[in-house]
């Protein structure tokens, strides 16, 4: 199939760089809070890479949680396949495509666990049957049949009938700790607006690059 002809010309809003914050989580801040007010469908949701020890790239849509100064915090199962990726090698990439703005932000880092107290206050908050869903998959695993996984499901919530659902020891969250963090604006003529800011020690040095 020739997609040669699918090709859309970008708007002229350009990205100036005395209009970026000094702070790239702040500016990510602006950027998230804008798509979120236009409405985007699940703006929160990311391509995040990991790559395995033979050195082969995997990406995967997860869904940011939260963010802060301190980084971006994704959850999952701890015996996944991207867990085990980041056990070999703790850093990844993080892509929002925000295609409707012409935008896309990537994000750079080192990957660290967060405490079991921060994972079980975000647990809490989630809905029972998410909560369950944490208990019954082992994700990644290969599986015979989807009937064993309603199986599973129904066996988990018979378990947890009465009172609340406690945290799995294999479930948490990850936070991804920016050294890199670049925003694409997208342009006429495919002269699209690149703002990098690359971390230096306490600072962030921010440049342009060419498209």
Do not use: C
């Amino acid at each position: 199939m020739d997609l040669a002809d699918f090709r859309k010309e970008y708007s002229d809003r350009g990205l100036k760089r005395e209009d970026m914050d000094a702070d790239p989580v702040v500016q990510f801040s602006t950027w998230f809070s804008q798509a979120t007010e236009l409405g985007l469908h699940e703006p929160n949701a990311m391509t995040l890479a990991t790559v395995d020890a033979s050195g082969m790239p995997y990406q995967r849509t997860v869904l940011l949680k939260y963010f802060d100064t301190e980084g971006f915090v994704f959850f999952t199962n701890y015996q996944s396949r991207k867990a085990k990726q980041l056990e070999q090698n703790p850093r990844a990439s993080l892509l929002f495509p925000w295609i409707t703005l012409e935008r896309q932000v990537i994000i750079q880092g080192t990957v660290e666990k967060i405490s079991t107290a921060e994972s079980l206050r975000y647990f809490a908050s989630r809905p029972r049957e998410s909560q369950i869903g944490a208990w019954v998959s082992n994700q990644s695993e290969v599986i015979t049949s989807r009937k064993l996984l309603m199986q599973k499901l129904a066996e988990i919530k018979e378990k947890f009938a009465a009172g609340e659902i406690p945290l799995p020891s294999f479930w948490g969250g990850y936070r991804v700790v920016p050294q890199m963090i670049e925003f694409w604006q997208g342009g006429p003529a495919r002269l699209h607006d690149r703002i990098l800011y690359r971390r230096e020690d306490a600072t962030w040095n921010i440049e342009r690059l060419s498209p």
